[in-house]
């Protein structure tokens, strides 16, 4: 049976991941490939629960290792439980958040460099998304367009988001051929034709598979 594919999104909070995902996923679904939808920290019974833990406000004293090894544990059950399975049926599955979102998190913006790497590659056992869209938004201004009270991460100085920023320039810089980046202050519309020219010539190649 031929694998399926695995599409991730990126980004600082607020620049648009989310009303992006649920258009491809219509787009996907006009084209009637079974398709599933996810998150990080999340998509499991356990990995939501690990997200109350990670997210919740009063959780002031989380040393950060802790904080980068509960989104590698998240991660960990959410690969084994949802992610990889479902490439294996064959199904495409868009990911809100990855590995990459614990690089440019903790390993920029907590300063924990490589070692966040270095833990997540046990989490992940070797899954490499196909493609990652990353929404590239000035924290500042992803953070006007939160209308919502800020979770523990969120509520980070700027100084934190500026440097997850830099990680995720670092990020697209290094991975060129999988990471695409993309001004997230465009329109939706123009952002997602823009998501939709990159995807089509993987879509092409996937089903000529
Ligand atoms: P994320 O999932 O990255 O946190 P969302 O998709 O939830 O971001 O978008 C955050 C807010 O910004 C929402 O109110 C959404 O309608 C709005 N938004 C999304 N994309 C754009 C855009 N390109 N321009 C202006 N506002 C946008
Ligand atoms: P999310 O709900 O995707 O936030 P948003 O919709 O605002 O973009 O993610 C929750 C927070 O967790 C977000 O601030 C990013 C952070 N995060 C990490 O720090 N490391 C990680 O590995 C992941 C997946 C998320």
């Given at each position: 049976?031929?694998?399926?594919?695995?599409?991730?999104?990126?980004?600082?909070?607020?620049?648009?991941?989310?009303?992006?995902?649920?258009?491809?996923?219509?787009?996907?679904?006009?084209?009637?490939?079974?398709?599933?939808?996810?998150r990080?920290p999340g998509g499991?019974?356990?990995g939501e629960?690990?997200r109350?833990?990670?997210?919740?406000?009063?959780?002031?004293?989380?040393?950060?290792?802790?904080?980068?090894?509960?989104?590698?544990?998240?991660?960990?059950?959410?690969?084994?439980?949802?992610?990889?399975?479902?490439?294996?049926?064959?199904?495409?599955?868009?990911?809100?958040?990855?590995?990459?979102?614990?690089?440019?998190?903790?390993?920029?913006?907590?300063?924990?460099?490589?070692?966040?790497?270095?833990?997540?590659?046990?989490?992940?056992?070797?899954?490499?998304?196909?493609?990652?869209?990353?929404?590239?938004?000035?924290?500042?201004?992803?953070?006007?367009?939160?209308?919502?009270?800020?979770?523990?991460?969120?509520?980070?100085?700027?100084?934190?988001?500026?440097?997850?920023?830099?990680?995720?320039?670092?990020?697209?810089?290094?991975?060129?051929?999988?990471?695409?980046?993309?001004?997230?202050?465009?329109?939706?519309?123009?952002?997602?034709?823009?998501?939709?020219?990159?995807?089509?010539?993987?879509?092409?190649?996937?089903?000529?598979?």
């Amino acid at each position: 049976m031929k694998k399926g594919l695995f599409i991730t999104f990126e980004g600082p909070d607020g620049s648009g991941k989310s009303t992006q995902i649920s258009r491809l996923k219509k787009r996907l679904e006009s084209l009637h490939i079974s398709t599933i939808l996810t998150r990080e920290p999340g998509g499991t019974l356990i990995g939501e629960k690990i997200r109350e833990i990670i997210l919740d406000v009063e959780h002031t004293e989380m040393d950060h290792l802790t904080e980068a090894l509960l989104y590698a544990a998240a991660r960990s059950q959410h690969v084994s439980q949802v992610i990889q399975p479902a490439i294996d049926r064959g199904e495409a599955v868009i990911c809100d958040r990855f590995m990459d979102s614990s690089i440019a998190y903790q390993g920029f913006g907590r300063g924990l460099g490589d070692q966040v790497r270095i833990i997540n590659e046990y989490a992940v056992r070797g899954l490499v998304p196909d493609l990652t869209f990353l929404l590239l938004l000035d924290p500042a201004l992803g953070k006007k367009r939160i209308h919502r009270d800020y979770d523990r991460l969120e509520k980070e100085e700027d100084e934190f988001h500026q440097m997850v920023y830099q990680g995720y320039m670092q990020l697209a810089a290094a991975f060129p051929e999988r990471v695409v980046a993309i001004d997230a202050a465009k329109s939706i519309l123009e952002i997602e034709e823009e998501i939709n020219r990159h995807f089509d010539p993987l879509l092409e190649e996937w089903s000529n598979q």
